[in-house]
């Protein structure tokens, strides 16, 4: 089970960090992904964190402003988003990649996940 939190409205210029609480595995067996989908938008791959942790890939728009990570102690997934932009306003929703044997493994496609947590709204004004 996921659970996102940590939406809101936000001036842009400023940050927000979303939260994504992992019941039921241990978050060194998942790879996490967070995907954002803008209004009359498909849904877009933003971040992606590897089971094993050493891996991160980020969506082009999003390198340098934003950072995914993983709180082993607290089983939960941390989006911190900088700098933000008109353009991030969608709604988040983190997920759980299929089981994978590479440690490195980050993917980007939403049919690699098999499960999904509710969304968070986030919401940039400018």
């Known amino acids: 089970q996921l659970q996102a939190s940590g939406g809101g409205l936000v001036q842009a210029g400023g940050s927000l960090r979303l939260s994504c609480l992992v019941s039921?595995?241990?978050?060194?067996?998942?790879?996490i992904g967070w995907f954002r989908q803008a209004p009359g938008k498909g849904r877009e791959s933003v971040a992606v964190?590897?089971?094993?942790?050493?891996?991160?890939k980020y969506l082009d728009s999003v390198k340098g402003r934003f950072t995914i990570s993983k709180d082993y102690a607290k089983n939960t997934v941390y989006l911190q988003m900088n700098t933000l932009e008109p353009e991030d306003t969608a709604v988040y929703y983190c997920?759980?990649?299929?089981?994978?044997?590479?440690?490195?493994?980050?993917?980007?496609?939403?049919?690699?996940?098999?499960?999904w947590g509710q969304g968070t709204l986030v919401t940039v004004s400018s």
């Open positions: 964190i590897s089971w094993g942790g050493g891996q991160t």
């Open positions: 039921g595995a241990s978050l060194a067996d998942l790879a």
């Open positions: 997920a759980v990649a299929s089981p994978h044997a590479s440690t490195f493994w980050t993917p980007v496609q939403e049919t690699s996940y098999a499960y």
